[in-house]
């Protein structure tokens, strides 16, 4: 199947501080891509889906000015969380679709454990 | 809107025994179901799909679900488990112009010796 690659797997911040992640589509074009965050035992909460070369639609209820989406190429896509507090402590999940078909099965990167301090 | 309903937190079986997860969903129009498997502090991975055919969908580590038009179900099975087996199951449901895949909240399946 495709890969999803996302970096880092983990990281610690200050409080006040931005954290980038990335998330990459190794092996395909991904016009569109997902991001996920997911609380301690909860489900997966999509935060917003993330087009190449246009602006990001968020859900509803995510701040669009604290997670900050930039999707600049068909296989990169960032997630920057802006001004962290240790409430934006999370695993944050990216994935991709192949395009123009919607029967596929979505590709997941390993996810980003955020830890602020 | 559609949504997917996991209506158990945790199924706990034993070692050889056949399990069952269960999932139902709401969407309109024709459903695209997936299951996902997610081990502690890594991403999701791909289990199976329902698409059209074929009610019953085979998928990897020799897990199976069937499609149930009627019940709007979906249930993920296994003739025998293993250990290894448990993990966090996710249902997901996918319909609309938009490629999103919209969860359910997760069953924490415990295989026990």
């Known amino acids: 199947g495709a890969v999803v690659s996302q970096h880092p797997s983990r990281v610690i911040c200050k409080s006040g501080t931005s954290v980038k992640i990335e998330c990459r589509s190794l092996?395909?074009?991904?016009?569109?891509m997902f991001w996920y965050r997911q609380f301690p035992k909860q489900s997966l909460m999509l935060m917003a889906t993330?087009?190449?070369?246009?602006?990001?639609?968020?859900e509803q209820g995510v701040e669009k000015d604290k997670f900050l989406i930039n999707h600049a190429s068909l296989t990169l896509s960032t997630l920057t969380v802006t001004s962290a507090h240790p409430e934006d402590s999370s695993f944050y999940i990216c994935?991709?679709?192949?395009?123009?078909?919607?029967?596929?099965?979505?590709?997941f990167g390993q996810g980003t454990r955020l830890t602020v301090v | 809107a559609q949504s997917v309903a996991q209506p158990e937190d945790q199924v706990n079986v034993a070692e050889g025994n056949p399990l069952t997860v269960k999932c139902t969903y709401s969407?309109?129009?024709?459903?695209?179901l997936f299951w996902y498997v997610q081990y502690p502090n890594r991403g999701l991975q791909f289990l199976l799909k329902?698409?059209?055919?074929?009610?019953l969908v085979k998928g990897s580590y020799g897990f199976e679900a069937e499609f149930n038009k009627s019940q709007t179900s979906f249930h993920l099975k296994k003739p025998s488990a293993l250990v290894s087996d448990s993990a966090l199951y996710f249902c997901?449901?996918?319909?609309?112009?938009?490629?999103?895949?919209?969860f359910g909240a997760g069953t924490r399946l415990a295989v026990h010796p």
């Open positions: 092996d395909f074009q991904a016009t569109t």
């Open positions: 997901a449901v996918s319909s609309g112009g938009y490629n999103k895949l919209i």
């Open positions: 969407v309109s129009g024709n459903p695209y």
């Open positions: 994935s991709a679709r192949l395009p123009r078909d919607r029967a596929t099965e979505a590709f």
């Open positions: 993330s087009n190449e070369g246009s602006k990001a639609t968020y």
């Open positions: 329902y698409i059209t055919g074929d009610n």
